[in-house]
């Protein structure tokens, strides 16, 4: 049943985003970091980890997920060390994803021409 | 010789020779037998795709200078355009072509601006050999007006490809030998806006003024809507076209359905992933001076109206929010067989 949830969940956040493209006419990079603060704010009121325990990847996989991310890591470490927690813990969980872009884009880059 | 808005060309400047360059998108598609050179490298062996673009250009002004049986310093005047900013790849050519050169820019449809002065300079005995020429790369013009390449944007199924290729023409004296087909009339557009923002909906942008300019022509030289074997648009694609065909209609020009056709509908074979169809600079220039140009001459077609059509924004412009600026030139042409 996870499966089915993770498709019905994930695939009406691609149609949302979908939707900013077609009738909003947002450009890709506006459809995008709206996705993030969407789930950043999802995150902060403590909405979007339920999302995640009823649809699994359905919910992790898309980008709404990277600002749930931020925004927990950024609440989890403020509670450990106050306000200055926010602006340390902020890439705490996500930075396994922002270091592997980095690091795999580098590589790519060396060994392809990256621009067109 | 004018007539209304549209310049009558009374010694009929000849078209003594034309070439068409493409890419390996064009070669694939349906006109492929009717280019000049095909090149199924899209860099064409540069290092950047603006140089590319630009030896897509020399190379239908060689082809075309060549086929007139003329050196480059035979041409007295050389009126070009393209896409991109400051038209460089123009204005390169003309570095390597040494002769004297006015630059032009109506976007897309430049070609068709480009190919009425000509005949102007050579009707008003201004110029005796006059070379005309246009290009576009498609990825050369999506990194400048859209996204960069490399960022795989989604488009929507009314955007255009922009046709890599490029088209030229030697303009002559009327008696010259040649491809037989004159030049006999052209109507300069104005710049028609209907406050269109969406640059992937140009086709629907750009109909209106194919539709001004080929009623003004129309009505000044009060023409039959049967006149010409074909009124061809430069790029107006599947969405344009069918709005121009339904705009014509509505204002009553009778133009027999069969007669209207669109460069951009013409380049690609339907299942080409080329969304809407083509557009650029290289659409009007590729389809009118390589395809029509031969059909006129081995007898399909004798008369042809070419309205090439231009979206006349800027990347700024539309970072902006300005709407899409158009405009459309239109060029008569006719087949006169030796006497």
Known sequence: MIFFWAFVVGGLI???GQIMLDVFKLTPAH?????????????????????????????????????????????????????????????????????????????????????? | MRQGRTWLFPTRPHIAASAAVGGPMEAQGPLARDFDVLHEDFWLGQDSFEKAEQKLLEEACEKAIEKAGMKKEDIDVFLAGDLLNQIITSNFT?????????GLFSACATSMEGLALAALLVDAGKAKRVLTGVASHNAASERQYRYPTEYG??????????????????VV????????VHITAATVGRVVDM?????????????????????????????????????????????????????????????????????????????????????????????????????????????????????????????????????????AVERVDPA
Request: net charge negative; hydrophobic share 50%.
């Open chain 1, 14 to 16: 691609c149609v949302i």
């Open chain 2, 153 to 170: 944007a989604q488009k929507p199924p009314t955007a255009q490809w922009t046709v890599t290729g490029a088209g030229a023409a030697v």
């Open chain 2, 173 to 180: 004296e009327g008696h010259a030998p040649g491809t037989g």
């Open chain 1, 31 to 116: 459809m995008t970091t709206t996705l993030v603060v969407v789930g950043a704010i999802l995150g902060g009121l403590e909405l979007y980890d339920p999302l995640i325990d009823f649809a699994g990847a359905g919910a992790t996989v898309p980008i709404t997920s990277f600002g749930n991310a931020l925004v927990r890591g950024a609440l989890a470490e403020a509670e450990r060390s106050g306000l200055v927690g926010v602006l340390t813990g902020i890439f705490e969980v996500t930075s396994a994803g922002i270091s592997a872009a980095i690091i795999f884009g580098f590589l790519m880059a060396l060994l392809f021409r990256s621009k067109g």
């Open chain 2, 195 to 331: 406050g269109i923002q969406d640059p992937f909906n140009m086709g629907a942008a750009m109909a209106p003024a194919a539709v001004e300019t080929i009623e003004t022509h129309f009505r000044d030289l009060r023409l039959a809507g049967d006149h010409y074997d074909l009124i061809l648009t430069g790029d107006l694609a599947r969405v344009g076209h069918r709005i121009c065909v339904d705009l014509l209609a509505e204002r009553g020009l009778a133009i027999p359905r069969d007669r209207m056709a669109d460069c951009g509908l013409m380049i690609y074979r339907e299942d080409q992933p080329v969304f809407a169809g083509g557009s650029g600079a290289a659409s009007s220039g590729t389809v009118f001076y390589g395809h029509i140009l031969r059909e006129m001459v081995r007898g399909n077609l004798r008369r042809v109206l070419m309205v090439a059509t231009g979206a006349l924004l800027s990347p700024v412009s539309y970072q902006q929010k300005e709407s899409i600026p158009c405009i459309a030139h239109a060029v």
């Open chain 2, 94 to 102: 003309a570095r390597a072509l040494a002769v004297p050169y006015l």
